[in-house]
């Protein structure tokens, strides 16, 4: 296929104006064949239907090419028109005033924390059960994690802990909405405003969902979501929105993208780069651009945000009406008129006294029935990176009674997504026949 060049639009970096040899042209176009590629790993062939396949790509591959006849190429494949409609329509869904696409939830807390003015010393309150991503940049930089035990009912923040943890030197308050549950936000932000503490919501599983009439995500100082591919919508792989509703979103644009300013002529050059404001000094900003690829990828799947949470409400609502009959199986709290989760896992717990075993030995009975349950949120002082940095893990761990015992004893998550209806009722008879032959001894 001869290659067919084509102006790429501009970018304000390459602005370089009208000219026979403009600098926009520089950089190698998507071809027709590279789309094919993409349809090959997006669509790959069905186990048994290869031969099918074969002949459709053959078509399709076709298509393509005439396609690519009367068409030009994407110009702008970064940070550019596809961008700001996913950060409009996500500001829009959030009710929040800023909202900037960034690499992954994790570069969302990186830059929050950096508009927090965290510095080395400075100490962050975070749940004990959570993502280690939920206290990288934290560690990353030296400040202080100090973790805070979980609520039993939801396994997230206990406020009641986060409140006798507090110390002249916590800067950042972290709740986590764990699988999409919301943690109690009210008196969170209470402290916060008493202590003058930025909350910074980890909302990878929240984005969606609502806690007493405001969207997870936007009710702290900032929250960070996640489009990552395990998640209820991906951004085709990676992603993240970070939201605000504090003047700190005018600099968004500036803080994922180097602190490069736009608006700011500079004689002989196109743009100043400037250190952005934070709560405490200027900071230098990283760079976690994003692609107008996986824009579209996340725009498509907010269109059917809404229809991924029902379903997975439909089948957290069938289970909870199986798993209440039986005594010993702890279902999750599910939605009210208040609470609106985004049923991103299903929270199993049991009572061991009643089963007569822990979750250790119910889990292995699962996985045997074929059952997947995610052994993913283990408490974060059981992990050998705070051992390392010199935390002592096991005074941590007695600081966190409940989450020590619901890891040890109590809880797993199961996977919820649009079960068949058969899935539905095997995961259902396969977790009460584990508990059956729990209580029985076997
Ligand atoms: C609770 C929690 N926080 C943060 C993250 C990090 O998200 P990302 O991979 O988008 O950085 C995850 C990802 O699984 C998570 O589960």
Known sequence: MAKKKKKAAVDFRYDTGAAKIPWAAVGEPVLEEDVVELVKFLLPPLDGKKQAYAAQLKRATSEITKLRACSGTAGKLSLSKKVEELEKEAAKILRAKYALFVTNATAGFEIAHKFAGLKPGDEVIAPAITFIASITYPLSIGAKVVLADVDPRTINIDPEDVARKITPRTK???????????????????????????????????????????MMGAIGHFGSFSFHEVKNITALGEGGILATNTPFGKDFAKSRFLGIDMGKQVKNWLYDVVALKSKGDCFAPPNHSTTEIQAIGLLQQIGRLKGIIASRKKAATYLNSRFS????????????????????????QIDPEIVGGDVQTLKKKLSAKGVVNIPHYAPLYKFSILRQLGYDTKAIEKTCPVAERMFQKTFTHLPLYDFTSEQLKYLADAVIESVNEMKAGR
């Open 325 to 348: 009959k039986v005594p010993g199986i702890i279902p999750p709290p599910l939605g009210t008129a208040e609470i609106k989760p985004t049923y991103h896992l299903y929270l199993l």
């Open 172 to 214: 950042v308050i972290f709740p986590v909405h764990v699988g999409g549950y919301p943690a109690d936000m009210d008196p969170i932000m209470r402290l916060a405003r008493k202590h003058n503490i930025t909350v910074i919501e980890d909302a990878a599983h929240a984005f969606g969902g609502s806690y007493k009439g405001k």
